[in-house]
Nanobody, 124 residues
Framework: QVQLVESGGGLVQAGGSLRLSCAAS????????MGWFRQAPGKEREFVAG????????YYADSVKGRFTISRDNAKNTVYLQMNSLKPEDTAVYYC?????????????????WGQGTQVTVTS
């Protein structure tokens, strides 16, 4: 059974940085796509960044491009989201997700497995 456990959220001032972690377990993830999504109050869940476990190719939402970096540690089966130059509009619950489809889709419906989420709050 696939399990995804996020950590690293918190409260930070605008311009600051946070690193989110997603510990994945339950199977090997070669061929999977790992994604980070976020959901602010009253808004739909939106794609932030994705990574193909095999090969490491990445894709970012325009709103975070140049500020956020997704990466993985194969030995630890962990995916990271390094978030720099944070803005108040980045405030949301951030979710890690995994897809067996092998393509970096931006639609949440393409991801089968989800973590419980971690809160990120950016103050101005």
């Amino acid at each position: 059974q696939v399990q995804l456990v996020e950590s690293g959220g918190g409260l930070v001032q605008a311009g600051g940085s946070l690193r989110l972690s997603c510990a994945a377990s339950g199977r090997t993830f070669n061929g999977y796509v790992m994604g980070w999504f976020r959901q602010a109050p009253g808004k739909e869940r939106e794609f932030v960044a994705g990574l193909r476990w095999s090969g490491g190719s990445t894709y970012y939402a325009d709103s975070v491009k140049g500020r956020f970096t997704i990466s993985r540690d194969n030995a630890k089966n962990t995916v990271y989201l390094q978030m720099n130059s944070l803005k108040p509009e980045d405030t949301a619950v951030y979710y890690c997700a995994a897809s067996e489809l092998g393509v970096i889709f931006t639609a949440p419906s393409r991801y089968r497995y989800w973590g419980q989420g971690t809160q990120v709050t950016v103050t101005s």
